[in-house]
């Protein structure tokens, strides 16, 4: 089976503080990349509660009991791990409603996430937002991720295009999010990896900059994890990027 390494790198580009958070364990095999939103530190707070409380679940899942208390119903229709990262999410929704209901400062915070969960060559992959997956397979890159967003819809309709989409002034309108309220709309699905995969997890700071085609040149070009990530981070910023970027690589061992 492949295993599977990571590794991350964040930096705040022209905000005063940063609103990404990521989460990179590999014991857990689960990664996780989240962008807030809200005034304040509202952004930086639901991002951080994101990822810590699907990270919360998933550790306290490693073994799955019968009696084994969920946030969500289980769905037997879905694998063990589509289960826990759904429960996941739901936690961290929770938890961000009981955070936004005791402080008046943190009303209104929310945040986009992309998590993945890995068991050997099989891959689980949650998203609410924009925040997205790309996979690298033999040269090729693929979006994983379909962004729950304004300018989204409009492209799946025929009304924008991508070009058009990139330089919209909505570009940045999220049509899902973890915001503490209880219509929370998860979406999830399973995948196979083969050997040689990169998959990348980014926030819109990247994307927003960097086309498609050169983050596949950036994952493509043959260097290691961290210089990778490195050059993703560094090339949004010459890109003039005006928002947090982060960026979370793993690779599928081809040996």
């Not at 409380?53 to 009991?65: H, L, P, R, Y």
């Not at 979406?187 to 085609?213: K, Y």
Request: net charge negative; hydrophobic share 40%; with cysteine.
């Amino acid at each position: 089976m492949p295993v599977f390494s990571g590794s991350a790198t964040d930096k705040g580009l022209r905000r005063s503080t940063n609103e990404d958070n990521l989460l990179v364990r590999g014991d857990l095999g689960l990664f996780v990349v989240a962008d807030g939103m809200g005034g304040h530190a509202g952004g930086e707070v639901a991002s951080q509660v994101a990822v810590e409380g699907i990270a919360a679940f998933v550790e306290a899942t490693v073994t799955v009991s019968p009696d084994q208390t969920w946030p969500v119903p289980f769905d037997a229709r879905e694998s063990v791990n589509a289960n826990r990262l759904r429960a996941g999410f739901s936690m961290a929704n929770g938890r961000l409603a009981a955070r936004i209901a005791s402080s008046r400062e943190l009303r209104g915070m929310a945040t986009t996430a992309v998590a993945m969960l890995v068991d050997g060559a099989a891959v689980t992959l949650a998203h609410v937002g924009d925040s997205r997956a790309y996979r690298l397979r033999q040269g090729a890159i693929s979006r994983l991720t379909r962004d729950h967003s304004w300018v989204e819809e409009q492209i799946q309709a025929g009304t924008l295009t991508e070009a058009a989409a990139r330089r919209h002034p909505w570009r940045n309108v999220v049509t899902r999010a973890l915001a503490g309220s209880p219509d929370l709309d998860v979406e999830i699905q399973e995948l196979g990896m083969e050997p040689g995969d990169r998959i990348l997890l980014c926030t819109d700071g990247v994307f927003s900059v960097l086309s498609d085609e050169r983050i596949g040149g950036i994952l493509g070009d043959g260097a290691g994890l961290d210089e990778v990530c490195n050059a993703l981070i560094e090339k949004t910023n010459e890109g003039g990027g005006p928002d947090n970027a982060t960026a979370v690589v793993i690779e599928f061992d081809a040996g």
